[in-house]
């Protein structure tokens, strides 16, 4: 098995932004984490985003679409 190098890194972040890191670390989820995975989202919607797709979010109970818009 093969490790994974990593790396420490110390940014700022807005107060809405470490409001959020909380929320999710009272639900027992790391800062490490979150970011790692607000990263991965990041990378898969800005892949799909660039392959000329449309995200969208559907009202299971109505079946209404909407657009989802990214500020990239």
Known sequence: MSEQQQ????????DSSA???QKYKDQGQSA???INYALAYYEYFQGQLEDGKVIQT???????????????
Request: glycine share 4%; no cysteine.
């Open 32 to 34: 490490t984490q979150t």
């Open 58 to 72: 559907v009202d299971p109970a109505t079946g209404e679409r909407h657009n989802v818009e990214f500020i990239l």
């Open 7 to 14: 790396s420490r890194v110390k940014v700022n972040i807005s």
């Open 19 to 21: 409001r959020l890191l």
